[in-house]
């Protein structure tokens, strides 16, 4: 079973329009954390915003805010005012103890595709 | 200022080569990480190495052997190259708990 699931394989949003991604996980750690990761057409990937599973509030930082919703697994991406420079692809992510050597791993979603047009 | 690099950027090869990728980061985190990018975009963990020990292998085969002389490289050595090695290839690195942050990739090719 997928423990990241991005269900949005593409979106579109309008210049200065807000959009979110949406992200949905399955874990029954009660510790976890929560990733957003950019990858633009130049293929590096950029952290964008963390979400601890004990945070009480919501993470922000600057323009992107996650809507972590614990109850339902859900750890939607917001992006404000979009601009075209926000058009790649977006990662969800879960950060998770290795069976091996309690390490940590990163599982990722398969990731949405945002387009912002002009 | 490059936190994590990588070494080269392409490789283009035939099937058949060995072949290595190296990586190095510079923030002095403890933990690092090979990630494996497939064509439909999908990152999938290979390795992970704290303080130069192995600490994750996720049922890579045994043509990819990692090696980390100290805490802040991390290379890759893929021996007998197959066509389905051809991926982007990620180096990340964290601290303990923290966000990880990756290189720019190494784009395989192997025809």
């Known amino acids: 079973a997928q423990k990241i699931t991005q269900t949005q394989p593409g979106m579109f949003v309008q210049e200065k329009e807000a959009v979110t991604l949406d992200c949905t996980y399955d874990?029954?750690?009660?510790?976890?954390?929560l990733f957003w990761y950019k990858q633009p057409s130049s293929g590096e990937m950029i952290f964008l915003i963390y979400?601890?599973?004990?945070?009480?509030q919501n993470a922000t930082e600057g323009r992107y805010s996650l809507n972590f919703q614990k109850a339902r697994k859900s750890a939607n991406l917001v992006i404000s005012a979009s601009q075209l420079g926000d058009s790649a692809m977006y990662f969800c992510a879960m950060r998770e103890l290795s069976s091996q050597g309690g390490s940590e791993k990163l599982v990722f979603g398969k990731g949405t595709k945002l387009t912002v047009n002009p | 200022d490059t936190a994590v690099s990588q070494t080269p950027k392409y490789l283009v090869t035939q099937m058949g080569n060995d072949k290595s990728i190296k990586c190095e980061q510079n923030l002095g985190h403890d933990t690092m990480y090979w990630y494996k990018q497939d064509s439909k975009k999908f990152l999938k963990i290979m390795f992970s190495?704290?303080?130069?020990?192995?600490?994750i292998n996720e049922t890579v085969p045994n043509r990819f052997s990692p090696k980390s002389p100290d805490k802040a490289h991390l290379n890759l050595h893929i021996n007998s190259l197959e066509l389905g090695d051809s991926a982007v290839y990620f180096c990340?690195?964290?601290?303990?708990?923290?966000?990880?942050?990756f290189g720019p990739g190494t784009r395989l090719t192997v025809t």
């Open positions: 874990t029954s750690d009660p510790s976890y954390g």
């Open positions: 990340a690195s964290s601290r303990a708990g923290y966000e990880q942050y």
């Open positions: 190495y704290n303080n130069k020990e192995l600490i």
């Open positions: 979400q601890g599973s004990y945070d009480q």
